[in-house]
């Protein structure tokens, strides 16, 4: 009887160390489960944070993009703030695509980026301000040209129209002839001469002309050229003998200088044929002062 009741009681210590021992196990078991659960919970948690905090970082660097494709002229401040800002963007990158992040490490790129985001937003409304400051000076610029490009036309028109009113003038005050004769004479021994009328007893061609009143002519000298065509429509003249006249370059058959007092003076010129007479119809054509004078002709038969 007594040894049954010795082995009921080692059955029962036994029986009570087994129940603590499963106790122990099962807080253990139950301490590591809800631990690795707070980790877990702990591990999406940061992970959620990076993800978030890298968004925030893409879209800081898209706004300074859009500010780059903007082609806006930066001054020497602007440029040296974007590169900073950019530089940070940089290193938060980096900080972020590390496996695990401290809890300093996390609130320091917390803080970074609302730093940058800040910075971000001031330094566009610095690009908007300068943009339209920008605009505004291409609006006075291309304003300006505009003024310019009238002001130069109108400085042309008023060139062309001086120097179309240089050319009336002009023209009004060269010397035109008037009364233009023109006369066969034979030459005589004692030096006199008699007008003839054949081409074979012509020795010279005497033109006399005066002068149309013109207060506007200088009263100088001026120089008197005539060119001479021969009944074949030959002009007589040697080459190197050359003047300007209604803006052209022309020969001459002969020049004589007068002196011009508007006074109705009456003026000769004797030509001398080079060539021998011919029958037929000599043209003449006077010039000064870069225009045509007058003209004339003559038949010798």
Do not use: C
């Amino acid at each position: 009887m007594q040894q049954e009741e010795t082995v009921k009681k080692s059955d029962r210590t036994k029986i009570y160390f087994l129940s603590v021992a499963i106790i122990a196990l099962l807080g253990t078991n139950a301490y590591f489960f809800f631990k690795d659960k707070q980790e877990s919970k702990k591990f999406i948690t940061v992970n959620t944070e990076k993800d978030k905090l890298e968004l925030d970082v893409e879209k800081i660097e898209v706004e300074l993009d859009k500010i780059t494709a903007s082609n806006v002229i930066l001054n020497e401040q602007l440029a040296d703030e974007q590169e900073l800002a950019r530089n940070k963007i940089k290193e938060l990158k980096a900080l972020l695509q590390k496996h695990k992040l401290t809890k300093g490490e996390l609130d320091k790129a917390k803080e970074e980026i609302a730093e940058l985001t800040e910075f971000v937003r001031n330094y566009t409304i610095q690009i908007t301000s300068l943009q339209k400051e920008n605009g505004y000076l291409r609006s006075e610029r291309d304003s300006l040209q505009k003024s310019i490009n009238i002001a130069t036309e109108k400085a042309d028109e008023l060139e062309q129209r001086n120097a179309n009113l240089n050319k009336r003038v002009k023209a009004a005050a060269a010397l035109k002839a008037s009364n233009i004769t023109v006369e066969a004479h034979r030459l005589k021994g004692n030096g006199k001469s008699s007008i003839v009328f054949k081409a074979s007893t012509t020795d010279i061609l005497r033109i006399k002309f005066n002068i149309v009143n013109n207060d506007l002519a200088a009263k100088d000298y001026h120089n008197i050229y005539m060119r001479v065509i021969d009944p074949a429509g030959n002009l007589i003249a040697k080459n190197d003998d050359i003047f300007t006249a209604n803006d052209q370059e022309l020969q001459y058959s002969q020049q004589i200088t007068i002196n011009f007092k508007n006074d109705d003076t009456y003026y000769n010129m004797d030509w001398v044929n080079p060539n021998p007479f011919i029958k037929g119809v000599y043209s003449l054509v006077l010039y000064a002062n870069g225009y045509t004078m007058g003209r004339s002709s003559i038949e010798l038969k």
